[in-house]
């Protein structure tokens, strides 16, 4: 069993409709699908908000594009460290933004995407195989954004695209 499955399973336990086991996460690739489906009705849900406005100060946005040739090359500790890295700057992403909009629809979905974004920085930082536990301080590549729509795109972006593949090449090691 993996480490952490003390953690993983208080994490699960607090995941909206958490009736989940730590195997289905990665074994279930609905579970997966039912977190890509919830970012994309935020990311919607956000575009249809109101007057929302530029911020102020411009949210540090990881670049979470990747060549899958590459992706495939890499161990699953770097692969997890990496998403670890982009995760921890769109928490905080999220969070300065949170401070900036003062309109009640954005604000409701921002509080939404730093809950489950920050659920997956909480739950990645009980995987530990090749390493100890994950240890902030990482420079992903980053740009800064002032329009609070491009959160909720590269968070999209992010569990469609890395973590996907990430839960799907567990999967081919654990569920068998």
């Given at each position: 069993s993996p480490p952490?499955?003390?953690?993983?399973?208080?994490?699960?336990?607090?995941?909206?409709?958490g009736h989940a086991s730590p195997t289905r996460l990665v074994c279930d690739s609905r579970l997966i699908q039912?977190?890509?489906?919830?970012?994309?009705?935020?990311?919607?849900?956000?575009?249809?908000?109101?007057?929302?406005?530029?911020?102020?100060?411009?949210?540090?946005?990881?670049?979470?594009?990747f060549s899958l040739q590459?992706?495939?090359c890499k161990s699953n500790e770097s692969k997890r460290r990496e998403i670890l890295c982009d995760l921890a700057l769109l928490v905080g992403a999220a969070a300065g933004a949170q401070g900036q909009v003062t309109q009640e629809c954005g604000a409701?979905?921002?509080?939404?995407?730093?809950?489950?974004?920050?659920?997956?920085?909480?739950?990645l930082q009980t995987f530990g195989w090749e390493a100890g536990p994950w240890e902030p301080g990482c420079s992903p590549h980053s740009v800064e954004q002032t329009h609070v729509t491009s959160i909720f795109l590269t968070y999209r972006k992010l569990v469609q695209g890395k973590l996907s593949f990430f839960f799907h090449n567990l999967a081919k090691d654990s569920c068998k």
């Open positions: 952490g499955l003390l953690l993983l399973t208080s994490f699960l336990l607090h995941v909206e409709e039912k977190y890509i489906r919830e970012a994309k009705d935020m990311e919607n849900t956000v575009g249809q908000c109101q007057a929302l406005p530029a911020l102020g100060c411009p949210a540090v946005l990881p670049l979470v594009n590459q992706w495939k409701r979905q921002l509080g939404q995407l730093y809950r489950h974004a920050n659920s997956f920085l909480l739950l």
